[in-house]
């Protein structure tokens, strides 16, 4: 027995990713895939991680950098792989995929994502940096330099509650000034 686990159930974790993969059909960060699996308690954190590090190296999985994220998604050969060995993933494990892990809903949710930060860029200066993107095209990147880091904090906290509604203000103020 591996310290992972046993031959199977490694097999039947890759499959279980290789399966979220195919049904989610899209690319996803390292983090997003994360999320989904802790949060449903299909494997722990470090056996997910050594599974997809697995997949990625064997070729299963097509890991890329786009805009300074990694993005993940199934490849060719991990579709022809999962089709083949399908029925080694336990039906209420798939059943449990398809209706509680990647409910419709939660698939329109992955297509966006909000990032905020701020960081120290002198002795009294920090840089705010806000994005926030969705598939519909309404994209935005925002950097701003202040001195206070309160302020600094608390537009990084703002943009993490509120990005799609400031985004549409934004792009709505804009659109009425041109």
């Known amino acids: 027995m591996n310290a992972l686990g046993n031959e199977k159930e490694l097999v039947q974790n890759k499959l279980i990713l290789l399966y979220i993969l195919r ?21 722990n954190y470090f056996i997910m991680q050594q599974m997809l590090l697995e997949l990625i190296k064997s070729g299963y999985i097509d890991a ?18 999962l089709e083949y060995f399908l029925n080694m993933i336990p039906s209420y494990v798939k059943l449990k995929i398809d209706t509680k892990v990647l409910p419709d809903s939660l698939i329109d949710k992955l297509t966006s994502y909000t990032t ?35 302020f600094a904090k608390n537009l990084v906290n703002l943009w993490n509650e509120k990005s799609d509604q400031i985004r549409d203000r934004i792009l709505d103020m804009l659109k009425e000034n041109t």
């Open 116 to 150: 905020a930060e701020f960081y120290p860029v002198g002795i009294k200066q920090f840089k705010v940096i806000l994005e926030s993107d969705d598939l519909t095209g309404k994209g935005m990147k925002i950097c701003i330099s202040t001195d206070d880091s309160a």
């Open 23 to 43: 049904r989610l059909d899209m690319a996803v960060t390292n983090r997003q895939l994360t999320e989904l699996v802790l949060s449903h308690r299909l494997m």
């Open 64 to 81: 890329q950098i786009d805009e300074n994220r990694e993005q993940i998604k199934i490849s060719v050969s991990g579709v022809n792989t």
